[in-house]
């Protein structure tokens, strides 16, 4: 990185458009913060008491005038603000298919989970040209997501998923930074997001590292990269793992006859409630369900289900919810395993 | 009905024969122009702390390694650097020290309409002001001058409560001084007086109060709201214990959004006047700055999500919001434009407080400007919580704020003295912090659309020569602040008889003697012309009038 | 006119609009700063608005918190809401809506000069306040009782009987809610809720806060009248000056509609 | 500017204040009567909760319901005890400036509330 920077690397589809309307913005104070100081300048001097000049018929006022500068403001910043709100749905609209990774923040540090269960601290390995989605939250106070050279930022809060998305165009190491304050070592909640080709990024995630939890202590093994093949996503199975362990099977049956709905094609999915409305089940939802399942019943179904909130960890909840989330996806349906059997593929592996 | 008509007596003399009498004189005083001066003994207190606060960020800011500051400790100073120029200094200043000075003056009445209260309001000012003190001394907040929940609310264990309880009571003193505002304005003024006859100043402020009667008291529940979470463990605004975190910001950015014009209104209605004095004519387009006055008040009140474009808020609030925003700029925009233009045919002198007023001009455009950078979401999101937004701030609430109250005091100085300070070391101490302060502020622009996040206390190596030239900017800033009080202090003694009216201003406060007696007017005045009636030649026969050797 | 500096001595002093300060004096008094009486009234009434509007707002931001909450959580809303004493919180509205007739007849007693019969409705008023909070304290005090594992407050004082169940409505560490009655069958699973982080205690904090602050200002409402009435036996007020008593009236009537919301908000919610 | 260009009539310097002696005057009666209307109201909300407990209605309906009853208390107490009535004009605004403030709190609120649902999602775009 050169030492004395002017303007931050672009390195993400987001860094043009925004360095542009920035530069428009910049062209449009010069014109104001620039001229209007450059008049005002020249007024100074022009009709000092010293000067001689013709003071008679000073205007009071001056309807048109008046008009003029405010109109031709208004006209300016509507048409800025128009840019930058499609730009805004954009940056706040992610595509369909995406790189779906886990972000968790606490005090602090960083700690990321990749689909295939790789996870990392203070860093983030990112593939280029690939729309990346991060699902984040936090485990204790509002932290915010930010790479500089992205041109994106989002906070991160306790209890409830915010989601952010990125295409990096380069490869290279940027900073990450946490942007919201959060406590004493806020500025020390730093890492760095390194962009890599996609096939780096593929041979990165096959790599063994060591899994830091986010509490601090060090998991098993590497990424399961054995488990991929068969089974898919690892995320979803260690859910798989926590679906049968922590007792959801013995209610939540994929063939539906059990005391709770069944799981399968829920994500993404409306699904009716008692009182009649009609509720998506995204994350957020499938969350609170699992953490609070009284507040939203199923129609059809008794509010039985016990809350398990305090009793899972973040990890475990977002483990939970890809394992729900694979149920609906399409594709893997197919090839998707039954709770049974991916219990024993899980009992193999850990043997 | 008391008679003990003393008429021509200054407010500062007195006849008081021990020197408890004297401080009993000036402690439990209800005139508004005593009140007005113990408000700017403190304030000026405050300001120098907040600005030692400053000094001490700075400092730590030269290195990127945190060498100078445990974490800890930086966290402590930029908070209480933030809450004490807020809190107690930027939102009291201008009106209660020149609006308590100058409004009853002004509007042509003997005091404000509740001098009690008034005086009630100065302590409330000072106990808010010492719970915030003790709150630093016992060991300091570090949460930042937001307050942001969970993390004030659970996580922080610094002295979270007694600052809070601080700003609670500092709140009450400005709804006491608002109230204060609008009745005095409403009920108080001379006969003849009509609004639109009113000074800009009085607008302005009457502006200001009506934000300060409508947002404050939502920030005190909110506050109190925190205190008790943090007392009992119980969670408004913690998730964990079943709460909202945005809720806290949507209640705190209500007011503080409203806040930030409570701040520069104030700052506006002064500027109009010294325009309007220093040009020696009429301020063009006088309605259209009085309502513009009335406008940002109330458009200010519908943008406060501008604040919180990432924090997870709905897509729709944010548009809703940055559109709003785009809105409240505008009559902004008209004052200055206006103000421009009052310039035009007019005379116009170099005297400090017109220094002042066209620093304001430049820096606020500035600070304005970047505004609407802040209020285009996509921009936002990448400059949010960045030094472009401490830039921004501080060139609107220095650059701003600040310069319109340097100007402010030196206008009104002789008036509430009764002495001219030292005009040649008042041009020079304006042109320093006019340059010291673009030097200090400036380059954090160019960081903060770097990525340098703020409240960053150790940061990337990259970053610290922009760091190195704002530290070294602040230093001349602090010279710049330094030198007005050694001349303004020695001109209580030194400086030379004021006059009544030594800027041959307009308006009734010049029609009484320097310092102007303890009760204002012997007769109330009837008033039969417009603000700033300065006859069509002024401008003109003041040209004239100008010689080699007069005052620039 | 009367310089400053002797104000604050032996002179009587007049009315203010803020509540916080003393009402002594005598004779209708005209503050110096002020021209004419109809000014000095006007003054004192516009002041009073304006800081009855503060008030409003300082309610205004719990009433938001109510309702995203509310909105957030209907059904434990409602849930939450069969606990609250509804008989009580309606007697307690009569009161108050009694008490705002008291007033309201004072100030017109006062405006027509009729001093006795004002002493006579101030005294009402102040009898009517204290009820309220009378029956707001037995309120409060049965939540406590319950924590404490008691019916009622009296058999917490004289350590009578215990209560059956669980439940402790005072938000806190201790914070439990009743095991919902009546819900589908004998659901092992559906414990009791614990204090921390469920949405009932967040009904009752928002309950416990605003009935608290509200109470407070009943308290500073007390005193207000106490003052008046205390004025009033002094013989203060005249048909000519009555304003302590009017604007003293608009603080006692803000109470009254604060609680007009208070009341269906927490009281009857389903 | 010429004097007529006063928005605020009757609020004016003491000039035009002291024309303004006699405002109106409210009666007696009238506080019985509006007495009398506060207790039906208060027999109201009572009763539209009791019902509400036997009959399935919208939930959304009961607390309109309870608060158009407690709106309409407050505009009673208001506008004849409180003396807006024969209140000057702004005092009359005061009095209705808290509510508009509160307001445009409570929309904008709730509306961002709305469109990110509960539990609240980043916004209704996904
Ligand atoms: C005195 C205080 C003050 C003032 C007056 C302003 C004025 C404005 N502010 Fe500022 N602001 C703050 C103090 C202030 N601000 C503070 C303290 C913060 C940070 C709080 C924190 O997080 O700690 C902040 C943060 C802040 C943010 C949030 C940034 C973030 O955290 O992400 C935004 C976003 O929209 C914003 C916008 C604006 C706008 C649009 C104006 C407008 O009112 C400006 C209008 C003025 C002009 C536009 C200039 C004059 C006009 C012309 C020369 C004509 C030409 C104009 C056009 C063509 C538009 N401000
Ligand atoms: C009115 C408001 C105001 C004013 C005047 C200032 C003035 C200054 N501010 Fe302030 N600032 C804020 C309001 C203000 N600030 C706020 C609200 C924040 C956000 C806080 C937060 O994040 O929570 C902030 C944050 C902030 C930061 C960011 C910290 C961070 O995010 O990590 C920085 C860093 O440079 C800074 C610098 C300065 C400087 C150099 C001045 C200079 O202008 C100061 C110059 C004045 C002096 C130097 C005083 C001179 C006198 C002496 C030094 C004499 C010694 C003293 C005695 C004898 C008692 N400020
Ligand atoms: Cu995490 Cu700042
Ligand atoms: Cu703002």
Aim: charge should be negative.
């Amino acid at each position: 990185m050169p030492d004395f920077p002017l303007f931050p690397e672009q390195a993400s589809t987001f860094a043009g458009p925004i360095d542009a309307l920035y530069g428009v913005l910049i062209a449009l104070s010069l014109i104001f913060g620039g001229i209007l100081p450059f008049i005002i300048l020249y007024l100074m001097v022009r009709y000092h008491r010293s000067q001689k000049a013709d003071r008679r018929n000073q205007p009071e006022g001056s309807l048109p005038l008046e008009l003029t500068w405010t109109i031709i403001p208004l006209v300016l910043v509507l048409g800025v603000f128009f840019w930058g709100a499609f730009l805004y749905i954009d940056i706040r609209t992610p595509p369909e298919r995406n790189l779906e990774i886990y972000v968790i923040g606490k005090q602090w540090m960083w700690h990321a989970q990749h689909p295939n269960g790789k996870r990392e601290n203070n860093e983030l390995h990112v593939p280029i040209n690939q729309p990346v989605k991060l699902v984040m939250t936090s485990q204790d106070v509002i932290h915010s997501f930010y790479i500089p050279a992205f041109r994106v930022k989002q906070d991160v809060l306790p209890g409830r998923y915010t989601t952010m998305w990125f295409e990096a165009t380069q490869t290279g190491e940027y900073h990450l930074f946490c942007a919201e304050y959060c406590g004493t070592e806020h500025s020390r909640m730093v890492g760095r997001v390194v962009a890599m080709s996609l096939a780096d990024y593929e041979r990165w995630l096959t790599t063994p590292g060591e899994i830091i939890l986010p509490d601090g202590s060090a998991g098993a093994g590497g990424g399961g990269s054995t488990l991929i093949p068969s089974i898919g996503d690892p995320m979803a199975l260690a859910g798989a793992q926590l679906f049968t362990n922590l007792g959801c099977v013995g209610c939540h049956r994929d063939d539906g006859a059990g005391i709770g709905p069944s799981m399968v094609g829920l994500y993404g999915v409306e699904t009716r409630m008692q009182d009649g409305s009609l509720v998506t089940a995204d994350e957020n939802y499938l969350r609170e369900s699992i953490l609070n399942p009284g507040a939203k019943i199923v129609a059809g179904y008794a509010n039985v289900m016990p809350s398990y909130d305090g009793q899972l960890s973040e990890d475990q909840l977002n483990q939970l919810i890809a394992y729900i989330k694979s149920l609906s996806d399409s594709e893997s349906a197919s090839t998707r395993l039954s709770n049974a059997q991916i219990a024993s593929v899980v009992a193999d592996e850990l043997k | 009905m008391a008679t003990t008509a003393l008429p021509s007596r200054g407010y500062l003399e007195d006849d008081t024969p021990t020197v408890w009498a004297w401080i009993k004189s000036w402690l439990f005083t209800v005139d508004h122009k005593r009140i007005a001066i113990l408000y700017l003994l403190a304030i000026n207190f405050y300001f120098l702390l907040g600005g030692l606060a400053a000094s001490v960020v700075r400092i730590e800011l030269i290195t990127p390694q945190g060498d100078l500051l445990s974490s800890d400790l930086y966290n402590r100073a930029f908070t209480l650097h933030g809450i004490i120029m807020v809190f107690f200094f930027l939102i009291p200043g201008i009106p209660a020290v020149l609006g308590n000075f100058l409004i009853p003056l002004m509007v042509g009445a003997r005091d404000m309409a509740f001098p009690r209260l008034n005086l009630f309001s100065w302590y409330l000012y000072m106990i808010g002001g010492i719970f915030a003190l003790s709150a630093a001394v016992f060991g300091g907040v570090d949460t930042g001058w937001t307050f942001y929940t969970p993390f004030s609310s659970t996580y922080s264990n610094s002295n979270v409560i007694l600052t809070i309880a601080g700003a609670f009571v500092m709140g009450f003193s400005s709804i006491a001084t608002g109230v204060n505002f609008i009745v005095t304005t409403h009920t108080m003024r001379a006969p003849g007086l009509t609004w639109f006859r009113l000074p800009l100043f009085v607008w302005s402020s009457y502006a200001t109060s009506l934000i300060i009667v409508l947002a404050t008291p939502v920030v005190g529940i909110t506050l109190l709201l925190v205190a008790i979470e943090r007392i009992w463990g119980v969670g408004i605004f913690d998730p964990a214990l079943g709460g909202d975190p945005l809720l806290f910001q949507h209640l705190f950015w209500f007011y503080s959004h409203p806040a930030v014009y409570i701040m520069i209104l104030p700052g506006f209605g002064v500027i109009s006047e010294l325009i309007s004095t220093f040009s020696r004519k009429r301020i063009f387009g006088y309605e259209f700055i009085a309502f513009s006055s009335m406008a940002i008040a109330i458009i200010g009140f519908l943008v406060w999500g501008h604040h919180m474009f990432v924090s997870g808020q709905s897509v729709y609030a944010g548009l809703v919001f940055s559109f709003i925003t785009m809105l409240v700029a505008i009559p902004s925009a008209i004052k200055v434009f206006n103000w421009t233009a009052t310039l035009y045919k007019g005379s116009i002198s170099y005297r400090t407080p017109m220094l002042y007023a066209l620093g304001f001009i430049g820096l606020f455009v500035i600070g304005g400007l970047t505004g609407i950078f802040l209020g285009v979401v996509a921009i936002d999101i990448h400059v949010t919580d960045t030094y472009f937004v401490v830039a921004h701030f501080h060139y609107v609430m220095v650059g701003g704020t600040i310069m319109a109250y340097l100007g402010g005091i030196h206008f009104w100085w002789p008036k509430m003295t009764g002495r001219m300070y030292n005009e040649v070391w008042g041009g020079i101490s304006a042109l320093i912090i006019f340059v010291g302060f673009n030097m200090t502020f400036f380059p954090q622009f160019v960081l903060g659309y770097l990525g340098m996040p703020r409240r960053y206390h150790v940061y990337p190596q990259e970053f610290q020569v922009l760091h190195v030239l704002s530290s070294a900017g602040s230093t001349v800033l602090a010279i710049g602040f330094i030198i007005p009080l050694v001349y303004l202090t020695l001109s209580l003694w030194k400086g030379k008889l004021a006059g009544d009216n030594p800027w041959d201003a307009t308006g009734l406060e010049w029609t009484v003697s320097s310092p102007p007696p303890a009760h204002n007017f012997d007769e109330i005045p009837v008033v039969t012309t417009e603000a700033y009636a300065y006859p069509p030649e002024a401008a003109e026969r003041d040209a004239a009038a100008w010689r080699p050797g007069s005052p620039l | 006119m009367a310089t400053t500096t002797t104000t604050q001595g032996s002179e009587v002093q007049g009315h203010e609009a803020h509540a916080d300060h003393g009402h002594a004096g005598h004779g209708r008094e005209l503050q110096h700063h002020f021209e004419t009486a109809q000014q000095q009234k006007e003054a004192a009434t516009l002041g009073m608005w304006v800081f009855l509007v503060t008030e409003l707002m300082l309610f205004g931001g719990i009433f938001m918190a109510y309702a995203v909450y509310r909105w957030a959580f209907p059904d434990i809303w409602a849930e939450a809401a069969h606990h609250l004493n509804t008989p009580l919180g309606a007697v307690n509205t009569v009161v108050l809506l009694v008490s705002s007739l008291t007033v309201a007849l004072a100030v017109n007693a006062a405006e027509e000069g009729r001093n006795k019969r004002l002493i006579r409705l101030l005294g009402v008023t102040m009898v009517l306040g204290v009820a309220f909070l009378g029956i707001k304290a037995y309120e409060y005090s049965e939540k406590f009782a319950h924590c404490a594992g008691y019916k009622t407050p009296f058999a917490w004082a004289s350590g009578g009987a215990p209560l059956g169940e669980t439940e402790c409505l005072v938000p806190g560490r201790a914070f439990v809610f009743p095991e919902a009655h009546g819900t589908t069958a004998a659901d092992a699973h559906n414990e009791v809720t614990p204090g921390q982080g469920s949405p009932y205690q967040l009904f009752y904090l928002l309950y416990f806060i605003s009935t608290g602050l509200h109470a407070v200002h009943m308290l500073i409402g007390l005193s207000i009248v106490g003052m008046l009435t205390f004025m009033a036996a002094r013989g203060v007020f005249t048909a000519a000056y009555s304003t302590p008593v009017e604007i003293g009236g608009l603080y006692w009537h803000l109470i009254d509609i604060i609680w007009v919301f208070l009341f269906p908000l927490f009281y009857l919610v389903h | 500017m010429a004097e007529h260009s006063n928005p605020i009539p009757g609020a004016d310097g003491h000039a035009a204040a002291s024309d303004h002696h006699s405002h109106g005057h409210i009666g007696r009666d009238t506080y019985y009567r509006v007495f009398a209307a506060l207790m039906v109201l208060m027999v109201l909300t009572v009763g539209a909760w009791w019902v509400e407990g036997f009959m399935e209605i919208p939930r959304v309906l009961g607390v309109i319901v309870a608060l158009a009853i407690a709106s309409t208390k407050t505009v009673l107490i208001i506008y004849y005890f409180m003396h807006i009535k024969i209140s000057n004009r702004v005092t009359q605004l005061y009095a209705v400036s808290a509510f508009i403030a509160f307001t445009i709190l409570f929309v904008i609120v709730m509306g961002d509330y709305f469109a990110r649902g509960w539990p609240p999602e980043i916004g209704p775009l996904p």
